[in-house]
Nanobody
Framework: VQLQASGGGLVQAGGSLRLSCAAS????????MGWFRQAPGKEREFVSD????????YYANSVKGRFTISRDNAKNTVYLQMNSLKPEDTAVYYC????????????????WGQGTLVTVSS
């Protein structure tokens, strides 16, 4: 499966962005989808994931209550709605697909998008 993330940009603290990740190739609904991020000089970290049906979601504590993950299997797209953004949310955001179970570990994911940069100014 090929993944293409988009929607990043520059936003002021307190603002919102919605990231999208379009998938092509094999059956999108057969994959758990996740979002990760990597800030400069830091390791890639889990942000959120969503089950194949969209019925179960998990979030990192740092984004819980501010970010919402969703998916539209008819459009082969997963979204990350980011509200109340903080400067510490600045990072390259990656979407990823996982053939197995929902997981926080990046090594569990089989396919990755190219990343989209989110910059939050203070």
């Amino acid at each position: 499966v090929q993944l293409q993330a988009s929607g990043g940009g520059l936003v002021q603290a307190g603002g919102s962005l919605r990231l999208s990740c379009a998938a092509s190739g094999r059956t999108f609904s057969g994959y758990v989808m996740g979002w990760f991020r990597q800030a400069p000089g830091k390791e890639r970290e889990f942000v959120s994931d969503i089950s194949r049906s969209g019925g179960t979601t998990y979030y990192a504590n740092s984004v819980k209550g501010r970010f919402t993950i969703s998916r539209d299997n008819a459009k082969n797209t997963v979204y990350l709605q980011m509200n109340s953004l903080k400067p510490e949310d600045t990072a390259v955001y990656y979407c990823a697909a996982n053939r197995n179970a929902q997981a926080m570990g990046a090594l569990m994911y089989d396919y990755w998008g190219q990343g989209t940069l989110v910059t939050v100014s203070s």
